[in-house]
């Protein structure tokens, strides 16, 4: 019997600062996974959060003169309301100052002492205290007389301190092992091969605690330390399962998650670290990491200093929040980087949303509202060419779903869409206001039709734009039970002579400036 049950995380954000597109951009990737695996029927826990702890964290609020846990908490906030701004269906916010997040660390740490992965030692190299991140030698480069991660532009600075080690170095055999076993595990798979030659290059033991600060959890065994950031971050999937009571009902139900959506930035620790710790522990690994490409502004990486950086809540104000939520998926292919700008937003709202989408809504709904008495149309047959539009999507669906599950909502949204210009066409090729004059009957059969496709379109839109694709199939009259799959699969119906009402104007077309 196939798991009925689905887990699915972003990371957890660092709050430093203010939420930003990239995060919007993670958590409604995940969103939009955890609600179609709703419609699938399966029960879905999904998760995020903030990660609280580490040098970073404690600098910013010294040079805001807070207090650090006041300080992560103002800052915090700010994304668990992002959450509700997002309209994120997400069933927990996590954050790594919680107590039941201290009892999963300390859990893991002592296991990992226990089994022998953990030893004291001195730690030297090169620290980045923007990524929280030690880098090799062959990763450093000098730009303008400074030592910088090639990968991420941070400064970096040279570190002596005592410090607790993770023996990494034996996993790398069992990591490539489970690689070469599961080869799903990290998508897409261009960046699975990025991993895997990093680990077939050798790894070196991790240093796992830190002395030059405070902020952070306590080492079981000598306070003097604190555990290092991604041994304590990384946790947080198994906190929010109430680990380490392994007999509870959400662990035994949701782990090992089905899939962390990341950014590529953080691969390296989802799909190298995380495993290795869990294999230590001696616990399931998850099922997948998705590292996905970064959200560029016209071509270029957001940053402060080029002025180019698109805030998520400027345009939720402007434009609404299911208009961005399309437009991310699909403007960006998931497993690359892709590239947004206002004038591509403007294009998109109109292209998909104003003139397709919305277009069909309004008109098939005016159209039944003057010449059907407001109503669904009662018919007594349907053409070949009704029964072909309606099989063509229900056909199509066994397909979506693979889409979905490969994460692959880029080409999924595209099928989708192409569906409403499929029912646009049908409904102006078959021309009902002429139908209405010489066969009220055929009239009724289009009408019924179409908006039997808007009603499956709709749904099949509702993890992408809930807000929207809810008030339409309000207005059809189809109850939230019936926004799933098999309702679609099984040529569930509207019911006929249903009075219905207008959805109203759905997506104001944007006049770009010429």
């Known amino acids: 019997m196939a798991n009925k049950n689905f887990y699915i995380t972003t990371p957890i954000y660092y709050p430093s600062g203010n939420p930003h597109m990239g995060h919007a951009y993670s958590s409604i990737i995940a969103d939009i996974i955890a609600r179609f695996k709703k419609m699938e029927g399966l029960s879905v826990y999904f998760l995020t959060g903030t990660d609280e702890h580490g040098l970073k964290i404690q600098k910013e609020a010294e040079k805001n003169k807070k207090d650090v846990k006041l300080f992560c908490d103002e800052i915090s906030k700010k994304f668990e309301e992002l959450t509700k701004t997002l309209n994120l269906s997400n069933n927990d916010f996590i954050r790594t100052t919680e107590k039941r997040h201290f009892k999963s660390v300390n859990e893991i740490w002592n296991r990992l002492i226990k089994s022998g992965d953990i030893y004291l030692g001195k730690y030297s190299g090169w620290y980045s205290v923007s990524d929280e991140a030690y880098y090799d030698e062959d990763e450093i480069i000098e730009k303008n007389g400074k030592k910088i991660s090639q990968t991420s532009g941070s400064a970096v600075d040279w570190v002596e301190e005592e410090s607790y080690f993770f023996k990494l170095s034996s996993w790398s055999k069992d990591l490539l092992n489970h690689y070469e076993k599961n080869p799903d595990f990290i998508l897409p798979s261009t960046r699975a091969n990025e991993v ?36 304590d971050a990384l946790t947080n999937y198994l906190s929010s399962l109430d680990f380490p ?37 001696k616990l399931p690994l998850p099922k997948r990491v998705y590292g996905h490409g970064w959200i560029l502004s016209d071509e270029k990486k957001m940053s402060k200093s080029l002025g180019n950086i698109l805030d998520p809540l400027e345009i939720i104000n402007e434009y609404g929040i299911d208009p961005l939520r399309y437009y991310l998926v699909k403007e960006v292919s998931l497993g690359n980087d892709g590239s947004i700008s206002l004038k591509s937003l403007h294009d998109c709202i109109n292209n998909d949303l104003a003139n397709n989408y919305g277009n069909l809504c ?19 047959n349907l053409s070949k060419e009704d029964e072909i539009i309606t099989k063509n999507l229900t056909n199509k669906i066994p397909d979506l779903q693979n889409l979905m599950n490969k994460q692959d909502l880029n080409q999924y949204i ?42 499956s379109i709709s749904i099949l839109l509702y993890p992408i734009i809930p807000d929207s694709t809810q008030k339409v199939l309000d207005c059809l009259g189809v109850p939230k039970n019936e926004f799933n799959l098999d309702c679609l699969l099984n040529l569930k119906y509207l019911k006929m002579d249903l009075s219905i009402k207008k959805p109203g104007i759905l997506f104001k077309k944007i006049e770009n400036d010429n």
Not at 363 to 373: A, P, Y
Not at 431 to 445: C, G, S
Request: some cysteine; proline content about 4%; hydrophobic content about 40%.
């Open 414 to 455: 595209k099928e989708v869409i192409n569906f409403s210009f499929s029912a646009n066409k049908y409904f102006n090729d078959l021309k009902p206001w002429d139908l209405k004059k010489v066969n009220i009957e055929r009239m009724n059969a289009v009408i019924y039709t179409v908006l039997n496709q808007i009603k």
């Open 245 to 281: 009571d392994q007999k509870n009902i959400k662990y035994k139900t949701f782990w090992p998650a089905d899939v962390h959506i990341i950014g590529k930035d953080i691969l390296r620790f989802h799909a190298i670290y995380w495993p290795a710790f869990l294999m230590a522990a």
């Open 362 to 380: 309004q008109r098939v709904f005016s159209f039944v509202e003057k010449n059907c008495d407001s109503k669904i149309p009662n018919y007594k």
């Open 196 to 231: 895997k030659n990093f680990v077939k290059k050798g790894l070196k033991d991790l240093s796992v605690s830190r002395t030059s600060f405070s902020w952070g959890i306590p080492v079981p065994q000598n306070n003097k330390h604190v555990i290092y950031v991604w041994l």
